[in-house]
């Protein structure tokens, strides 16, 4: 045991001395109640950073695509304009327009943050980081996932605007169809892994093969096909483009959005983000070997870097779908979830089966179980690609 | 009713029309979209009456815009109006002053000298290729592109606009055409800037359709969206792009030959469809056209005068008659219509603005479709509310 | 495959974020107040007066009040009202000179057809734009002290065209003291003829005026 590896060890459990600093000198059964509040804390302080800087680090994005600075004028690089946004929010006039239902329309943007931020509980951010040891934490997970969209309903309920409406009834129509398709899409996992806890399902990916390959889920056919099939869902339940349905503003203005202003708007906004980088450490977690080094000699980066970084890397991925496609019609919208995804993701239930039934097999069996794996992933999302596109597809044209 | 009942290659007009209040079938919403709502392109309104997400019922509402163009000119002089034209349809002013030289000059007889012809084609082609560019930004915005398309199209326009700014000393309000030639003679510096556009341009729009004409989600939204049938489109007067997708063959620099188009070799592309994705293809492959008769005009524009040395510019008094002149405009057909009375102001002044005329078959091609179809139909309709107002 | 025209345009949404990076083509934004964007020389907005002298800017103005820019204005902007006296011009002519040349900014179009048909070369196209005020009306509407641009600072703006108009002026005067000078030695011919006359014989009729 050398000096480094001590560094990387005191590092790793830098997160867990800090809060036996704090609450070592409380008695015993005082220490839950204060380590539950100082989780709570740190996860709302840094997430809450992180939204600030995402939300900058998207416009910047954004305006590099389309060829312009982004925001530069506040701070050096524009390193402020979170905080500038911020003061904006608070500043701004609350108004509530007169036919709105004055407690649903408060309590929307309240339900909605609740509900994403209740998910933050069981995601491990590190090796030992995850604020509540949950059995079912993948269940607990996506049933408060699943909240948010409620949430939506009710701002376009009670905004008493046409757009509203309109939004909240689109909100509903991609609830009802994303929830399958994102719970089906970790099924597979779950039956890999034998558990729904998610610090479980993270040890279960720990391990190399041939010495430095990861085992991660989405190395494997079945875990890419899921792993692909939850990011669009995921992006679908997110109400991010090209599934911004709810809030689309070159036909809703801004839908479920309209009527608010000022706080209740940054709180929508600030919720809506939550819950894209919770879905995001949800995909890490059950797919990309949460808080694992990708390669052995990495391994002395503390796990909790780790996981930020995948993360991260998958909310850029998200910021870069926002950049380039269009948003999708309502009717297309669900047709691809019932036609595309649900299929899809029924078929990949089979092909875990496959895959977990012939884990004996060695040597020439071995490739004989990836090419067939390969085969149940490809062949069906051509088949029923082709089903999704008919009729669509570049033309040609003739000249006078 | 059920959805099979919105064929949404054969919306009948008139059919999907049920009272408001049904109670069989629940209410309809009425939303009025406009005259401030982010995609009706300025300040035009649809009220529209959905069952659900599906159009029953559109009306457009225009005039938000009135200038009282048509009035202002018959009380200016000839040449006073040649301004306003560029106000008409402002992504196009090149055109629109085209078209309205071509008017007066029909009117006086006034001869235009062959450098001034090739000028006139260069600046009309070049802003065809401003028009298009700028209309399928703006048609990939209404289908939610985050703006990324939008920002690339302005980018080139951008260039386009540096070019007409150094050319005539405005970006957009170019007031650079006059009876009987161009205002200023384009150097030769600015002739191999056009030149340099004009080779660039292919690139750009190779990279602009990689990003959209082979995405399956803009196929998804367009193919099938907003058909317009031939017969409804020659009924109601359509010109332009938005014909040229029924596949109806008519192009006026083919049929009138005006200027010196005669001399160029072109194609003129034409749809099968009629729908949103034809109608976006027809304007790109049109680009592809315009930078071969860019290629050409610039590889062959004479020297000479760029006006008549006959040409009056003060006290312009054509003689009594009346005369129409028209173009085809990056929109459609642009044309004027002026009675002289032989006093220095028209006596009727009258303008056919193609977005306008284009616009009445917008109810027709959006009922039975989704109220997200409904704004890229208008999009893809391609107006100008200071041409539509006037 | 489905899917491909979304990876292709997720290939052309990266190259433009890197391009943004090092491509001045693909990065074409002007920080502008920093940044002053160069100016074309054909630019154009709101026209001004050229005045010959910078000294005496009222006196020297090129305008002598013909109003045919007024007349011709297609947004009726400008306001001119003629001087009752005659003042000199450069050429040393009595003309008459703007007692009031008003051009209300809020309404110009800066579509120069005042400076197409002004005979004289008296009003041209500046190239100032920013000109925000928080007053709406007085301070927009711009007097003729205000409108007065000596002859230099044009040339500065628009050099080619500057040095075309000088060219032409330059021509004008030269022959119009040409012509004034042939004039004066026909009318000296004409008094000297007139003059030797009377001496051989008595005039009958008086000479014609020169």
Same mark, same amino acid.
């Given at each position: ?46 997430? &809450? ?31 402020? *304009? ?63 996932? !699943? ?21 909240? =009834? ?25 558990? @729904? ?33 939850? #990011?669009? $869902? ?31 708007? %940054?709180?929508?906004? =600030? ?14 977690? /059950? ?7 990708? /390669? ?5 980066i503390p796990s909790y870097v780790w996981f930020a970084t995948k993360m991260l890397t998958l909310l850029l991925g998200f910021i870069w779908v926002r950049c380039t496609f269009p948003r999708l019609r309502i009717d297309q919208l669900t047709r691809f979830a019932w036609k595309f995804l649900v299929p899809l993701a029924l078929i990949n239930l089979g092909t875990t089966a496959f895959w977990s039934l012939t884990s004996g097999w060695t040597g020439g069996l071995q490739i004989a179980r990836w090419l067939v794996a390969i085969a149940l992933v490809v062949i069906p999302f051509q088949l029923i690609g082709r089903k999704l596109s008919a009729g669509l597809g570049p033309r040609t044209y003739r000249y006078a | 009713m059920s959805a099979n ?6 919306? *009948? ?14 209410? @309809? ?123 690339? %199209? ?22 650079? *055409? ?17 030149r340099k556009l004009t080779d660039n341009y292919g690139r750009f729009l190779d990279e602009f359709e990689t990003l959209l004409t082979g995405n399956e989600i803009i196929m998804a939204r367009t193919q099938g969206v907003g058909a317009l049938s031939p017969e409804l489109a020659i009924n109601a007067g359509v010109t332009g792009p938005m014909l040229r997708a029924t596949g109806v063959n008519y192009d006026l620099r083919k049929v009138d030959a005006y200027g010196v188009y005669s001399r160029f070799d072109f194609r003129v592309p034409l749809g099968a469809h009629g729908d949103v994705y034809d109608r976006y293809m027809i304007r790109v492959l049109e680009m592809r056209e315009s930078i071969k008769i860019l290629q050409q005009a610039l ?40 009675? +002289? ?17 284009? @616009?009445?078959?917008?109810?027709? =091609?959006?009922?039975? *479709? ?21 | ?40 020389? !054909? ?21 002598? %009040? ?25 050429? &040393? ?15 110009? #179009? ?45 040339? +500065? ?28 030695? %026909? ?7 007139? $003059? ?15």
């Amino acid at each position: 045991m050398n000096a480094a590896f001590l560094a990387t060890l005191s590092l790793e459990l830098l997160p867990a001395q800090l809060r036996d600093m704090v609450t070592g000198w409380l008695p015993e059964p005082w220490r839950w109640l204060v380590n539950s509040i100082l989780a709570i804390a740190v996860i709302l302080a840094s997430f &809450g950073l992180l939204f600030a800087y995402l939300t900058l680090a998207e416009r910047k994005i954004l305006g590099r695509v389309q060829n312009r600075p982004g925001p530069n004028r506040t701070g050096y690089f524009g390193l402020l *304009q979170p905080f500038a946004d911020g003061v904006k929010a608070l500043t701004k006039e609350d108004i509530v327009p007169r036919g709105a239902d004055h407690l649903l329309h408060f309590l929307a943007p309240v339900a909605l943050l609740a509900f994403s931020i209740m998910t933050f509980a069981v995601l491990p951010f590190g090796r030992n980081l995850v604020a509540v040891e949950l059995d079912a934490g993948v269940l607990y997970f996506f049933a408060a996932g !699943a909240a948010t969209e409620l949430a939506v309903f009710m701002a376009g309920w009670a905004s008493h605007n046409k757009y509203s409406l309109l939004a909240a =009834m689109r909100a509903l129509a991609q609830l009802i169809s994303y929830e399958l398709p994102l719970l089906l899409s970790f099924v597979p996992v779950i039956m890999i892994a034998g558990s @729904l806890s998610t610090q479980e399902i993270v040890h279960r990916q720990s391990g190399w093969m041939f010495g430095f390959v990861p085992q991660w889920h989405v190395l494997t056919p079945w875990g890419f096909a899921g792993f692909a099939i939850f #990011m669009t $869902a995921a992006l679908a339940e997110s109400n991010r483009s090209p599934f911004d349905l709810p809030e689309a503003e070159s036909e809703l203005i801004a839908g479920h959005l309209t009527e608010y202003s000022g706080f209740k708007y %940054a709180l929508f906004f =600030m919720a809506e983000y939550f819950g894209m980088c919770a879905l995001c450490g949800m995909a890490v977690t /059950l797919f990309l070997g949460g808080w694992q080094a990708p /390669l052995p000699f990495l391994e002395f980066i503390p796990s909790y870097v780790w996981f930020a970084t995948k993360m991260l890397t998958l909310l850029l991925g998200f910021i870069w779908v926002r950049c380039t496609f269009p948003r999708l019609r309502i009717d297309q919208l669900t047709r691809f979830a019932w036609k595309f995804l649900v299929p899809l993701a029924l078929i990949n239930l089979g092909t875990t089966a496959f895959w977990s039934l012939t884990s004996g097999w060695t040597g020439g069996l071995q490739i004989a179980r990836w090419l067939v794996a390969i085969a149940l992933v490809v062949i069906p999302f051509q088949l029923i690609g082709r089903k999704l596109s008919a009729g669509l597809g570049p033309r040609t044209y003739r000249y006078a | 009713m059920s959805a099979n009942d919105f064929s949404p290659l054969a919306p *009948q007009a008139g059919s999907h029309v049920r009272e408001v209040h049904d109670p069989l079938h629940g209410e @309809l919403l009425e939303v009025s979209m406009g005259p401030h709502h982010p995609s009706t392109h300025g300040v035009f309104r649809m009220i529209v009456t959905l069952d659900g997400e599906r159009v029953m019922k559109l009306k457009p509402v225009f005039g938000y815009l009135h200038r009282n163009h048509e009035k202002i000119a018959e009380n200016t002089t000839y040449l006073g109006s040649m301004p306003y034209t560029d106000r008409l349809d402002y992504l196009c002013s090149m055109t629109n002053n085209w078209a309205y030289a071509i008017a007066v000059e029909k009117l006086s007889g006034q001869p235009v000298p062959e450098r001034a012809e090739y000028v006139r084609v260069i600046l009309a082609e070049i802003t065809r290729l401003l028009n298009h560019t700028c209309l399928a930004g703006f048609l990939m915005q209404d289908c939610g592109c985050s703006g990324t398309p939008l920002m690339y %199209a302005f980018r080139e326009r951008e260039k386009i606009l540096d070019l007409f700014e150094s050319l005539s000393g405005s970006r957009m309000m170019c007031n650079y *055409q006059r009876f009987g030639g161009c205002r200023v003679d384009p150097s030769a510096d600015w002739l191999d800037g056009a030149r340099k556009l004009t080779d660039n341009y292919g690139r750009f729009l190779d990279e602009f359709e990689t990003l959209l004409t082979g995405n399956e989600i803009i196929m998804a939204r367009t193919q099938g969206v907003g058909a317009l049938s031939p017969e409804l489109a020659i009924n109601a007067g359509v010109t332009g792009p938005m014909l040229r997708a029924t596949g109806v063959n008519y192009d006026l620099r083919k049929v009138d030959a005006y200027g010196v188009y005669s001399r160029f070799d072109f194609r003129v592309p034409l749809g099968a469809h009629g729908d949103v994705y034809d109608r976006y293809m027809i304007r790109v492959l049109e680009m592809r056209e315009s930078i071969k008769i860019l290629q050409q005009a610039l590889a062959t524009i004479p020297a000479g005068p760029i006006m008549d040395p006959k040409a009056k510019l003060r006290g312009f008094r054509p003689k009594a008659g009346e005369a129409y002149g028209r173009i085809e405009g990056p929109k459609g057909e642009i044309g004027f219509y002026l009675v +002289s009375d032989g006093s220095p102001n028209p006596y009727r002044y009258r303008v056919r603005p193609p977005s306008f005329v284009n @616009l009445t078959v917008l109810e027709d =091609m959006c009922l039975g *479709q989704t109220i997200a179809d409904a704004v890229i139909i208008l999009g893809s309709v391609d107006i100008v509310l200071g041409e539509v107002d006037r | 495959m489905l899917g491909t025209g979304l990876l292709k345009g997720l290939g052309v949404t990266a190259k433009n974020f890197v391009g943004s990076y090092h491509d001045p083509e693909r990065y074409t934004t002007i920080e502008y107040p920093e940044v002053k964007p160069k100016l074309p020389e !054909a630019y154009r907005n709101f026209p001004f007066l050229v005045t010959e002298n910078a000294m005496d800017p009222m006196g020297t103005l090129r305008c002598v %009040a013909c109003q045919i820019c007024e007349k011709e204005c297609p947004p009726q902007c400008i306001y001119i009202e003629k001087s009752k006296d005659k003042k000199p011009d450069a050429s &040393g002519k009595m003309q008459i000179y703007p007692a009031i040349f008003d051009i209300d900014t809020s309404v110009c #179009m800066s579509c120069q057809i005042c400076v197409e048909v002004c005979p004289f070369d008296a009003i041209k196209m500046d190239q100032v734009f920013e000109i925000a005020t928080t007053d709406r009306y007085d301070a927009l509407l711009l007097r003729r002290e205000q409108l007065a641009k000596p002859n230099s600072y044009y040339q +500065s703006i628009h050099p080619t065209e500057a040095a075309e108009v000088d060219g032409r002026l330059a021509a004008d005067r030269k022959a119009a003291e040409e012509k004034a000078k042939a004039a004066a030695a %026909a009318k000296a011919a004409a008094a000297k003829a007139a $003059a030797a006359a009377p001496a051989a014989e008595a005039p009958k009729t008086p000479p014609p005026a020169a």
